[in-house]
């Protein structure tokens, strides 16, 4: 940042572990103290007993999205038994869906248990990388947010652990708010100072996040909430439920029951994929008819015109319904269906000309899914801002591996989230070695993590010394990716899952498939698809190895047939 000082200050970074023949161990940086860069370190500590790591976290707390966003109400739409690491699972979810303070409170609870704090760097922000070719290593620069102080360290490898679900966003198309004379937020930055109770809220939205804390600040009947709204969203009943102590019990102490809850769970939301395939004609209709039917019966009769969409459910993120639709029918909500024209002094200006008086306005807008604003520049010379431009959006093999990027592994990256599962599973496949087993949504992180710690392991193990994966390969899985989803409703209507939320540019959010699929495709790397710098000296090693057990195998086999034929000459 200009104006601060960019010399090199000593930090744990600066001075990689040594092996005892007094090589350099390589270091693995983490960017983000979420649950990916959580799920990260626990698996290089559970799976390589690796140690040499740092998580850099800008803010001054673990946990990502659900440390930021504190609103009432706030939840996962996930349930809580698949909402969990495979490695960790907590028995004792008092709720099928979870609430943000309990999820927090796993997250950071996990973050103690496998003794993080002492590698975690919190208010550190990492501001830029740029690989080294020569020293096959990134140069990084991390400001101490504090002081706004620089300094440098080097990693022989990246996690970009950021998340897609980081920077809150605010429409374009209305403008004013620094004129607005009453207090104003964003859902995903509350500010719990202001007492709501006997004020006009105007709320703009009505996205997942505004269909929680709609209703829960509307049950407090001195507010009056007017709800600003653009277009209609598909709604499924939540019927959540509390778990019985008895079962909590069962959970925690008979061996398999959790599991295999957890596998049902699973198994069933997988499922809901079939929703998503256009050609799926007949389910598409079933299902249109069944949400259509719950909103009919649960909205007032009024609204219902409005209130039921023309596209396809699944286009935009289908909301596990919290209890929007029901307070409704509460005498202080009042949906407007009219477009903003701005944001005056004294409250929202309609399209029409009336101006709604408001004491304050709340964003419910969701979140941007561009990157970071970190400067990570690879073998090229390009950044990956630059590369991701070229190709119309963000893309990536498998959602984490860009071709002149070595050693740098994005999770959570594009197109690995689902519309029905927990990215969880998918994060946790990108770094867990394999284990045969679809076990959950942090599947989505899982298996990308999975994935990535196979890839690094040579390297961690001084064998080799990059791998990045094959321009031409990762070209070709983006093309596949993006002709699946030309197929599937996400295309149908403007959403977050599109480059500028416009339905005509690129998808970048979604995996066109189940996350059976995608836990296929990156169950183990295919080391065709991956250069690598020291790649053909490890391979005849592996080959050597590989040769070496078949041959212990044979041996063994033949030790136990001449064993036998011996013991039978003696009878």
Known sequence: ?????????????????????????????????????????????????????????????????????????????????????????????????????????????????????????????????????????????????????????????????????????YPKDVAGVEVFHGDAWHSARWNHNVDLKGKRVGVIGNGCSAAQFVPEIAAEPSISVVNFVRTPQWYVPRENFKYPRWLQWVFAHVPFVMRCYRNLIMARSDLMFLIFRKSNKRILALTRRMFAAYIKKVAPKDQLEKLIPTYSPGCKRIIVDPGYLKCLHQPNVNLRWEGIDSIVEEGIKLKTGEIVPLDVIIFGTGYSLEPADITIRGRKGKTMREYDNEHGGAAAYAGSCRPGFPNLFTLLGPNVASGHASVIFSEEAQVKKRSGQIRDVLLTVALQINHALQLIKPILDGQAKSFEVKEDVCDEYDGWVQKRLKTSVWMECNSYYQVGGNNETKNVATFPGPVSLFWWLIRTPDWSKFDGVGKEEWERVRRMETLRRVGLVGMGLALAMSMRILGSKFK
């Open 1 to 169: 940042m200009a104006g601060h000082s960019t010399r090199s200050t000593p930090t744990l970074s600066k001075s990689p572990m040594a092996s005892r023949d007094g090589k350099r161990t390589p270091l693995v940086i983490i960017v983000g103290a979420g649950l990916a860069g959580i799920s990260t370190a626990i698996a290089l500590r559970r799976q390589l007993q690796f140690e040499n790591f740092i998580i850099y976290e800008k803010a001054d707390d673990v946990g990502g999205t659900w440390r930021d966003n504190t609103y009432p109400g706030c939840g996962s739409d996930v349930p809580g038994h698949w909402y969990s690491l495979s490695t960790d699972l907590n028995p004792y979810w008092s709720t099928y869906y979870i609430s943000q303070p309990e999820i927090q409170a796993y997250w950071v609870e996990l973050w103690h248990k496998y003794g993080l704090k002492s590698r975690t760097k919190l208010g550190h922000a990492v501001r830029s990388a740029e690989w080294d070719t020569r020293r096959q290593l990134y140069k990084i620069q991390v400001e101490k947010v504090a002081t706004g102080e620089v300094f440098e360290t080097e990693a022989e490898v990246m996690f970009y652990a950021i998340g897609g679900f980081m920077s809150p966003v």
